[in-house]
């Protein structure tokens, strides 16, 4: 299964599972379990549900509820750059040791 | 019931080198690489890896893809559909030979994932190559000797677009509790009820768990047909939150 090959239209999308490698680039747990307040209509969900538009410089990740971003992430040679404008809050649960 | 970690998981994702000891034609359009990943730490059917393909140059790119197989020591079988005009998997697909490296980390991702020891029915629905997390799912379950009743409802252009045809049959003969039922949206077998179609309300009704007994819903495919079956479900009455999806990109099957 591939989520970034083909030719994207406007609107294609797919969704937060792609952000689980990006992520844990990043963070040293797996985000996409992680439930999630929308700053712009409160709707709360999974990171894993998110509307990902990966045909933008990075990934924009929207709210499947109010379409609002809730957070973008560019990947640069050096670094990375994580904009999480859109959610109040993220609980992230850490598993049993 | 208490959750184990996620394989993979409370370190930074680091990329492995991994080589190719197999490939095998499932479809005309798609085949499964077998590869070998020194010290990889098992993953959980529904998990993915990303693949990193570097040019000479320095260029480079990368795609996510589902694991095929269930947890072997080593071993890891990634199944890829070849996009005419994509950038990575015609490369995958047709010219990574036998013991080449390539690069992968993971496994990654642990919302669209399905554990041996859950014991709720599952509903798995499958759009196209969407069905290879999913079987993932029904090889760990016959590799772990799962009790939970598995009902997988797969639709597909024709026949020749059956990614894993000889396996399903076998399984859904050999394994007990695992019912296959097939939609064909362009050409439908000799002696298939029906019209080609696309995979609508009656289907899921007929072939997918009531949600009176609460079942573990898996839909993967393209965006369009996953939405639409995610509506399906949720309009038949399952809890949202029991419909877990994985779209894969923007074409229909």
């Not at chain 2, 069905?131 to 379950?141: K, S």
């Not at chain 2, 289907?203 to 768990?209: F, I, S």
Request: proline share 7%; charged share 25%.
């Amino acid at each position: 299964m591939d989520r970034f090959e083909g030719r994207y239209e406007d609107g294609d999308f797919t969704d937060g599972n792609a952000l689980a490698g990006p992520l844990r680039e990043i963070f040293a747990v797996d985000l996409t379990t992680a439930s999630g307040r929308c700053a712009h209509c409160g709707a709360e969900g999974p990171v894993a549900a998110l509307r990902v538009y990966a045909h933008a410089p990075g990934l924009v990740a929207r709210c499947p509820s109010c379409t609002e971003v809730i957070m973008r992430l560019v990947r640069g040679p050096s670094s990375a750059w994580l904009d999480l404008r859109g959610a109040v809050s993220l609980h992230i649960p850490l598993g049993v040791e | 019931m208490a959750r184990a970690a996620v394989p993979g998981g409370l370190s930074r994702l680091d990329w492995r080198v991994a080589r190719l000891v197999e490939r095998r034609a499932e479809t005309p359009s798609a085949g499964t690489l077998v590869l070998d990943v020194p010290g990889w730490p098992g993953h959980l059917p529904g998990q993915h890896v990303d693949v990193r393909l570097t040019a000479e140059d320095g260029y480079s790119t990368q795609r996510s893809y589902s694991i095929a197989s269930a947890s072997d020591g080593s071993h890891l079988e990634l199944t890829v559909q070849r996009v005419d005009d994509g950038e990575v998997s015609p490369y995958l697909a047709d010219v990574l030979a036998v013991g080449d490296p390539v690069e992968l980390r993971g496994p990654v991702g642990g919302w669209f994932v399905w554990r041996h020891t859950d014991t709720a029915p599952v509903t798995l629905v499958a759009g196209g190559s969407g069905i290879v997390p999913l079987m993932a799912m029904v090889r760990t379950r016959r590799a772990a000797g799962g009790k939970a009743l598995f009902r997988l409802l797969y639709s597909v252009r024709t026949p020749q677009d059956c990614i894993y045809a000889d396996e399903l049959r076998r399984r859904a003969r050999e394994d007990f509790g695992l019912d296959v039922a097939y939609v064909y949206t362009r050409e439908a077998p000799d002696g298939w009820p029906g019209e080609p179609r696309r995979l609508g309300v009656a289907d899921v009704n007929t072939h997918a768990w009531p949600a009176d007994f609460q079942p573990a819903c898996f839909v993967c495919g393209p965006t369009g047909f996953v939405e639409a079956v995610a509506d399906i479900l949720i309009a038949l009455g399952h809890e949202p939150r029991r419909v877990r999806t994985e779209r894969f990109g923007p074409s229909g099957p």
